[in-house]
Each structure stands twice: as C-alpha cells, then as structure tokens.
C-alpha cells in the first residue's frame, strides 16, 4: 500500500494514538507489537497520517509491507542493504526520514 492509499484511509481514532504521536518527532525508534489482529497496522496507518497532517512530505514517509516476501528479504540482509534500497527509491537523508514496516 503506498502513501496516498494510506491517506485517503477512513480509520477509528483510537485512544494510544495521541500518544504515540508525541513519538513521532523524536529520534527515537518506536516498535508496537501485540497479537494478531489488534490494530498494530491501523496504528501505523493512523501515525502516517497525523504526519500528514503536520505537512511532512509524503516523500520523507515510508510503509514497507513484510508481508512481501521481497521487502522481508531486503530487511533480513541488514540495515546497511536496506539504506543502500533507500538511497536507489531517491532518499538523501537530508531530512527526517519515517520508515513504517507492518
């Protein structure tokens, strides 16, 4: 699913996700994890979308699906394969960079 698909989402507010959105400038990595079937994607939706809210680019904002067995690969490679993936799709790294994976 790419970004525009993912905005034009009509997503349940929910509860946890104000805050996590205070999360979402910071440095830090945020992992969410829980069972099958809880809203972990729908959290990730919902995160994507308030950073589009706050005018980031859709540019700077990455959903990667490891359901695909191909992304799953490129992430088992390491991060040194998955930035070098990164820099061929066009990303400087100039700005902040929000990479999502479900």
Excluded: P
């Excluded at 992992?31 to 994507?48: E, P």
């Excluded at 859709?58 to 067995?69: K, P, T």
Aim: include cysteine; aromatic fraction near 12%.
């Amino acid at each position: 699913m790419n970004i525009q698909e993912i905005k034009e989402l009509s997503l349940y507010n929910r509860t946890l996700l104000s805050k996590l959105s205070d999360w979402l400038d910071s440095d830090e990595t945020l992992i969410i994890t829980g069972s099958r079937q809880v809203g972990k994607t729908s959290l990730l939706f919902l995160l994507i979308q308030e950073l589009l809210k706050k005018k980031v680019s859709d540019r700077h904002i990455y959903y990667f699906d490891l359901e695909d067995f191909d992304i799953l690969d490129l992430c088992n490679q390491g991060a040194k394969t998955f930035v070098h993936y990164m820099k061929s799709l066009g990303e400087d790294f100039e700005s902040q960079v929000y990479v999502f994976f479900g």
